[in-house]
């Protein structure tokens, strides 16, 4: 039986929709937490704290927690065990197999296990954990440029905010040689910025390409920290005429 043409939108891109999940499936131990551990140490900062999964589903998946410091006021989360596993990327196309994904948060953000009993400050977290865990478990991939949003329609992703999907863009705020990681005899890891996003965000992505969001973001300074009442790039850029 012929395969159906693939979806796409209209900037040209593919549009994958996911199939039913794998059933539940106890995951192997974290293979490269002490690697990608050193790592973030050295190309962003001190890991303060590990949070670690108490059940999990196919991948057990830590959070790394670089506090705010002087040099970088911000918190740091970066994911470990998305890349225990290969993605099932497809077969002609040249993308890395093994991601981790990181998120900045403001230097007031409450990051803590109490805190994060609170679906306020647990959110990020809570996303970072289905976007690591969602190529896994639909048995597809992830990666740069890659957009999803928070249902159909899409809903608002914590309390207090608007910000309903999530994009996935290259780590700006840090240094170029922190995007990659190659584990001798292992796999090499690529490390993406998890970025929340708006509907609109997500609506010009799909019609204009990723290229032309990141360019929206440049124009109106949003980068990769998470601010939960940020502006809509693309009702900014009505606003002034450019959209």
Known sequence: MAQPEPEHSPSGNPIYRPGDPNPFAPPGGADHLEEITDHVQRWIGGVEAVFHELVSDTVHLDVLHVPPSDVRPCHVLVTCGMSDLP?????????????????????????????????????????????????????????????????DPPQPLGPGTRLCGAALLPTVSFAEEFHELGIPGGPVIQFLSLIPVYREEMELKLREGVDSLMDRFDEHGINDLIQPDRPNAPARARQFGRF
Do not use: C, I
Not at 117 to 128: C, D, E, F, H, I
């Open 87 to 151: 993605m099932q990327v497809p077969p002609d196309a040249d993308v890395p197999r093994h991601l981790e994904l990181m998120t900045t948060l403001p230097p007031d953000w409450q990051v803590s296990d109490a805190a994060f009993r609170n679906q306020r400050w647990y959110w990020p977290v809570g996303l970072m954990k289905f976007m690591a865990r969602y190529p896994h478990k639909y048995n597809t991939w992830l990666g740069w440029g890659h957009s999803m949003p928070n249902g």
